[in-house]
């Protein structure tokens, strides 16, 4: 998925997963764990442990290129 950052004016490429969790946030606020039961058809060969380690990485490189912000509580 290409997606285009039209503050920074930055394009990124996302793989598939990071892509779908970008979608998933665009309806709705997530938490890591909501994220893995949305994506766990997805994500189905990998270990709950290792799926969320992998959700928890691509919000923080989302966040990083400033495509999500994390809500405060």
């Known amino acids: 998925m290409v997606v285009y950052n ?3 004016g930055d394009t990124h490429l996302l793989n598939p997963v990071a892509g779908e969790v970008l979608c998933q946030l665009k309806s ?5 764990e ?10 189905s060969t990998q ?6 380690d992998m959700i ?18």
């Open 6 to 8: 039209n503050i920074s």
């Open 56 to 73: 928890e990485t691509i919000l923080s490189e989302l966040e990083k290129i400033n495509l999500v912000s994390s809500a405060q509580n």
């Open 28 to 32: 709705a606020s997530h938490s890591s």
């Open 34 to 43: 909501s994220l893995l039961l949305e994506l766990e058809e997805a994500l």
């Open 47 to 52: 270990e709950t442990a290792s799926a969320l």
